[in-house]
């Protein structure tokens, strides 16, 4: 292990049993088929990087995102955390590092607890995890998190309910509360997609600035690209359960490799009205679910390039730049 | 001559705090064949116009003031027969996730000819020809006409919607937040589909968005709404590529793109009013950084100005 890796995630998997046959949804039947949510995942988080996870709805990036936190005990795999593995560890033993792997949510409207004031939020956390050992510095360290997360005056803000906030307000407070952790990576699923096109901005500068300031890591999840490419230094890219690419922001932005990304962007609308929208080169839908073991790639069948070789083998990655890997079975015959 | 013209329309929420002045007073007329933007946060009052042109506005709600002429005759004057009448036929509206607006318990090819039978005489087999013949519009296959909307996926539903929405060949096709909720390569394919049947079927449409691109890829001329008032109005490139207003010069500023160098993006400080106590004066002024004395007493009007239309005290 590198010193500068942070968080190890390999072969990690969580797949959910489909029950079929009466009286399913009481849990009887047989666990015959699986969906295969995250299939074999792996890839390293580095300090102070962000990592963007891009991809459709269902590819499985959400489920991903809490398994790594244990918030769901994930199928198979290994998650290593500062040298640490965390599959395994009690409730207890995992405590501490609770503390250190945070999250973002999507929903700030949903996620505060809308009868607790905003110091009394930011209060919950400091006394769960035993940071102040009196008043005054707990006091201290909800005043200092919220002018980090530019909620100034503090005072102005802290008996305020979230009723009174707006939403950017709210995931800021959330932020904050993550913040008096001082956590070494946070994984913020969509923080983004329920605000305002003019705050949204303010609020992936601020991630930034925590990144830039306090060293924290950030796992992005999102489906919007263009988001992700403002913020992240790398870029995952998932389809259906796996990481198809995966490389340096700007490499995935300006040279896609495979099909699937090459279709994302070309999909991205583009907010300058002279330049015309380009032609997407795949038809069809991602398909409902994947619950065949399937041996092959997962996007052959909406591939414009697929051939038999895609039908009979699982793509492995290949390294097609400094950094930049690829699964796919006809870029890798190409590069050897 | 224009299809669609709104002149000083208001629409206020009374609610017990005092008046929410939704949409305070705005004006705008969209030509024949016309793809017309209305960009703005939420909360600006972008989809209460939709519901406006509609006739949908219900208490607290109502409309105070203006006109909506459509084709000649005013919208708001008309009784509710008279307005039932223009509903899918003349006008029709594809509402913000409207995946949800299918009826569950009833097939999508009943759900197109519901409306076809409402509203033409012709007999049940003719309008389910014409179900089948919406579904293959939109690119779905025509066997599917007797399924239910959950054994469609999210954006099938929505072409479903647009099977629907235009099964009687309207005029005027009201699209409201047309893709909020859909995958990316999802919203292209609709995107598509949509200019394919607007060009078709010589459609005029108002597409209400938040998202710059979306508008930028569609729409001839576009409005910028700011709390219930239009701050400009313009063709899209002239507004996109020269932007006089500050508030639509912020929000091209803080949008990203795929395309160039990455280059860092400003925010708009601070967070839409609220519209039961809107600032003074002009109601982006507290948000503005060229905003000077008169800006806090005096409510700009819109003037013309190199072709654009613009309610700034700034803008020479």
Same mark, same amino acid.
């Given at each position: 292990m590198q010193n500068d890796d942070l968080l190890r995630i390999e072969h990690l998997k969580k797949y959910f049993p489909v029950r079929k046959g009466f009286l399913s949804s009481a $849990?009887? $039947?047989?666990?015959?088929? =699986?969906?295969?949510?995250?299939?074999d995942i792996s890839f390293t988080l580095k300090k102070r990087e962000i990592l963007g996870f891009v991809g459709e709805s269902g590819c499985g990036k959400s489920t991903m995102s809490r398994t790594i936190l244990r918030l769901i005990e994930p199928t198979g795999g290994r998650i290593i955390f500062k040298g640490t593995e965390? !599959? $395994?560890?009690?409730k207890r033993q995992f405590k501490p590092l609770r503390g250190k792997m945070q999250m973002i949510f999507q929903d700030p409207f949903g996620s505060?607890?809308?009868?607790?004031t905003v110091a009394d939020t930011m209060r919950q956390t400091i006394r769960i995890h035993r940071l102040a050992s009196n008043r005054e510095e707990e006091a201290s360290l909800i005043h200092r998190a919220l002018e980090e997360v530019e909620?100034?005056?503090a005072e102005q803000y802290w008996?305020? =309910?979230?009723?009174?906030?707006s939403g950017g307000q709210l995931q800021r407070v959330s932020i904050g509360r993550v913040l008096v952790l001082q956590p070494s990576f946070v994984i913020a699923d969509e923080? !983004?997609?329920?605000?305002?096109v003019s705050v949204r901005i303010g609020i992936l500068d601020l991630l930034l600035r925590m990144r830039d300031k306090f060293g924290i890591s950030f796992i992005y999840i999102t489906h919007d690209l263009v988001t992700a490419r403002y913020i992240c230094d790398r870029i995952a890219i998932m389809y259906l359960g796996k990481i198809v690419e995966i490389g340096p922001a700007e490499n995935i932005v300006h040279?896609?490799?495979?099909p699937y990304t090459q279709a994302l962007i070309a999909a991205v609308p583009d907010p300058d009205p002279t330049v015309e929208a380009s032609q997407l080169p795949i038809k069809g =839908?991602?398909?409902? /679910? /994947?619950?065949q073991d399937l041996q092959?790639?997962?996007?052959f069948p909406r591939c414009? =390039?697929?051939?038999?070789g895609c039908r009979a083998e699982l793509p492995t990655m290949t390294e097609v730049g400094e950094g930049h890997f690829v699964a796919c079975t006809k870029i890798a015959s190409q590069t050897v | 001559m224009a299809l669609l013209e709104i002149e000083n329309l208001k629409v206020y929420f009374f609610t017990r705090k005092g008046?929410? &002045? @939704?949409? +305070?007073g705005i004006s705008f007329k969209v030509a024949g064949n016309e793809t017309f933007g209305l960009i703005g946060e939420s909360g600006c009052g972008k989809t209460t116009v939709a519901m406006a042109i509609m006739r949908f506005v219900k208490p607290p709600g109502r409309i105070v003031d203006g006109r909506v002429s459509f084709d000649g005759s005013d919208l708001v004057a008309l009784n509710a027969e008279g307005i039932r009448g223009l509903r899918g036929k003349a006008i029709s509206i594809i509402r913000q996730? @409207?995946?949800? @607006?299918?009826?569950?318990?009833?097939?999508i090819g009943k759900q197109i000819t519901e409306i076809i039978l409402e509203h033409e005489k012709v007999s049940k087999d003719t309008a389910w020809a014409r179900a089948k013949r919406q579904l293959s519009l939109v *690119? %779905?296959?025509?066997?599917?006409? &007797? +399924?239910?909307?959950?054994?469609?996926s999210g954006g099938m539903k929505q072409r479903a919607m647009v099977a629907i929405a235009t099964a009687c060949q309207p005029r005027f096709l009201i699209l409201d937040e047309?893709?909020? *909720?859909?995958d990316v390569i999802v919203q292209r394919q609709l995107l598509e589909s949509i200019n394919e049947l607007k060009t078709k079927l010589h459609l005029t449409s108002l597409l209400i968005s938040h998202d710059l691109s979306v508008i930028a890829e569609t729409c001839d001329r576009v409005a910028v709404m700011y709390a219930g008032k239009i701050v400009e109005e313009a063709q899209t490139v002239s507004l996109y590529k020269n932007p006089l207003h500050p508030y639509s010069k912020a929000l091209i500023g803080a949008f990203p793109s795929l395309k160039g160098t990455k280059r860092k993006l400003k925010s708009i400080p601070g967070a839409p009013p609220l519209l039961i106590d809107p600032p003074a004066g002009c109601r982006f002024q507290p948000r503005c950084?060229? @905003?000077?004395? %008169?800006c806090t007493s005096v409510d700009p009007e819109i003037r013309e100005r190199d072709g654009h239309r613009v309610a700034c005290h700034l803008v020479e």
């Open positions: $849990g009887a $039947g047989k666990k015959s088929d =699986y969906v295969r949510a995250v299939d965390v !599959i $395994g560890l009690s505060l607890n809308p009868r607790r909620l100034k005056p008996d305020k =309910y979230p009723a009174l906030l923080p !983004i997609s329920m605000l305002d040279q896609p490799q495979h =839908y991602v398909p409902m /679910t /994947t619950a092959s790639c997962r996007f414009p =390039y697929a051939e038999n | 008046p929410a &002045k @939704a949409v +305070d996730e @409207a995946q949800n @607006a299918l009826n569950p318990v009833m097939s *690119g %779905i296959s025509e066997q599917r006409v &007797k +399924d239910y909307p959950h054994e469609f047309p893709t909020t *909720g859909l950084n060229y @905003a000077t004395q %008169i």
